[in-house]
């Protein structure tokens, strides 16, 4: 048999080429003709045409109206908490930067508390990005930029200096750098499978993995669900057994009709499950169904909450199904890239699967018609709260958000890694500091606006209050 030559590879998956890492670091430097890495630091406000209020109010057009007004609520909070909630103002301003065309997978709303815990397949728990809403593949830079910039607004809500605070940002993106550089002399399977080893030494991350532990299914259990009487006119009587409680505004059970749509969509959501898992949930009876207000910026999207009976009473399952929007950078990407997956919920889920190291076992997507037009509305579905945790910013201080901000760090790097060029962005950041020094002193600029941003909101909320009491 004569050898394959280097230009036509076994594996019918490559291109005819392969390039070799030294060529892919190569191509990655030559990006910097192209966009220098100085070139990050730069973003002014004037090149805005459009006002972060009208951004914000177009992304909340289909959402259920009575909720949006709580959304408001979350994000004036605090600058942080406006942070979380005005991706698309973000995202918008990213697009009008020019970008390096280097592109991965996106976690798209990288913020402090969007990386946690949760269990893996195996049960033993994980420490990763764990929110994919706004996942899409676009140019790896604008994770960083807003991880970044998490990172400074978080510190300050906390009482760090803000000295500190660009120091954490400038350790994240210093471990950032040095992760995919490690990954240069890694073999490709060692680089997929990598773990961040230190993660119980980690003040901040080993406070979640203790908190994880204990928001257990049987804790939801207790939380969400109550015990419904007995009823003794019947015949047999009927025992106790337990329903979603009613907590408005953010927690009721749904009317029937609205149930009945929601247990139906279970069929379509097992299809797009591996064939062991929708055999695992075979085994699990539905007992009753609720709408759950979770989060930030989803707040007024369609969340629904299914309570699961398996092996008797004390094995429930609890199943979030979260309606999915567009990514807010949807229309700032490659429009090949933007129709990645025309159904939202999928998106998210092969978005999630291609960052993380391990996935919820019960990750999938389904579909549920509108109870008004009949038009189906896409939505991702996992476990509720199953060991799930995230960071407590009250307990943040100058030592641990300096540990966290370095774990991000790789744990980002490992996320791109294994969904872009590894190589190719290890290349272009190169190994000083500059391009790390310039994405800080973006997130720094970047927090500062955001304040602003912030102050704006919480004044518009005002005047419309006003208005409404006039009227």
């Keep these: 048999m004569t050898p394959p030559s280097n230009s036509t590879p076994l594996n019918p ?47 909340t057009r289909d959402r259920v109206p009575s909720l949006v007004a709580l959304k408001n609520q979350r994000m ?25 065309g280097l592109h991965t997978q996106l976690c798209g709303d990288a913020h402090v508390r969007n990386l946690g815990a949760f269990a893996g397949p195996d049960g033993r728990l994980v420490f990763d990005i764990n929110d994919f809403d706004e996942t899409i593949l676009g140019p790896f830079e604008w994770d960083l930029k807003r991880m970044a910039t998490s990172l400074i607004l978080a510190g300050r809500e906390a009482g760090v200096g803000n000295t500190r605070c660009c120091e954490a940002a400038s350790a994240f993106l210093a471990q950032y750098r040095e992760m995919l550089h490690l990954f240069t002399r890694m073999h490709v399977l060692d680089v997929i499978r990598f773990q961040v080893h230190r993660l119980g030494e980690v003040g901040p991350v080993s406070t979640i993995l203790t908190a994880a532990q204990r928001s257990t299914p049987r804790h939801s259990l207790t939380v969400l669900t109550e015990p419904t009487p007995a009823d003794t006119k019947r015949t047999p009587p009927t025992h106790p057994h337990r329903i979603f409680k009613t907590e408005k505004p953010t927690l009721w059970r749904l009317p029937e009709d609205e149930a009945q749509q929601v247990v139906a969509s279970l069929k379509l959501y097992a299809e797009s499950l591996q064939p ?107 476990q509720l709260n199953d060991y799930k945790a995230s960071l407590d910013l009250t307990t943040l201080k100058s030592s641990t958000l300096m540990e966290y901000a370095k774990v991000s760090g790789e744990i980002f790097a490992r996320g791109h890694a294994r969904s872009g060029d590894f190589a190719m962005l290890a290349g272009y950041i190169g190994t000083s500091e500059r391009f790390d020094q310039a994405i800080g002193s973006f997130a720094e600029i970047y927090a500062d606006q955001t304040e602003k941003d912030w102050e704006h909101h919480v004044k518009s909320m005002k005047q419309q209050a006003k208005k409404t009491t006039a009227h």
């Design 276 to 382: 062991e898992r929708a055999r695992f949930l075979a085994r699990y009876r539905v007992l009753d169904v609720a709408f759950k207000v979770v989060g930030t910026g989803s707040v007024g999207l369609r969340d629904y909450c299914i309570y699961l009976e398996g092996n008797g009473t004390k094995d429930p399952l609890f199943l979030q199904i979260k309606e999915e929007a567009l990514s807010a950078y949807a229309p700032y990407v490659d429009p090949a890239a933007a129709r990645q997956n025309d159904h939202q919920g999928r998106r998210v889920v092969e978005g999630e699967r291609a960052m993380q190291i391990q996935s919820d076992p019960f990750l999938g997507w389904t579909s549920i018609p509108d109870l008004k037009t009949g038009k189906p509305r896409d939505f991702l579905v996992r």
């Design 76 to 100: 004036a909070a605090s600058p942080f908490g406006y942070f979380r909630g005005a991706v698309p103002v973000m995202a918008y301003d990213l697009s009008l930067t020019p970008n390096t």
């Design 13 to 59: 998956l490559a291109p005819a080429h392969v390039a070799s890492t030294h060529e892919r670091l190569l191509l990655g430097q030559a990006r910097r003709k192209q966009l220098k890495r100085q070139a990050h630091a730069e973003w002014k406000p004037s090149d805005r045409k459009q006002d972060p209020h009208h951004l914000l109010r177009a992304s």
